[in-house]
């Protein structure tokens, strides 16, 4: 039990890292969109960390604590709305598109996941 609850933390905790501020901010930085499939990578990794741990509800609440701290470290941080490079989006409505995305991916992904664990299991 207490292994299961250290696993969770640490989800929890990884999912805290604002990954879709930092790909925004890097792409508006450097120009370049390497930092997209870092966050791509780190959100398949925690989520394949969550399924294969059976902590399906700590994806969907590791996916809003990513979100708000993406948001918050956009706000105070001064990120300009940057509305002529993300064209149509703000930078901060960047962040939320691409939040609701991922938490759709995610969604599909474990319907996918439970589909297949309950094929095997028959």
Known sequence: MKKA???RAFLLI??????????VNGDAASGTMLFYGVMIAGF????????????VAVLYIGNVLSFISSYAVAKMS??????????PFTS??????????VLIVHTII????????RANSK
């Open 110 to 117: 474990v319907l996918i996941y439970r589909t297949k664990k």
């Open 5 to 7: 609850r250290i696993i």
């Open 92 to 101: 901060h409505s960047l962040i939320v598109a691409i939040s609701v995305v």
């Open 44 to 55: 398949a990794l925690l989520c394949w960390g969550a399924l294969k741990t059976n902590n």
């Open 14 to 23: 990884a999912y805290c890292i604002p990954f879709t501020f930092l790909s």
């Open 78 to 87: 001064g990120l300009e709305p940057m509305g002529h490079y993300f064209k």
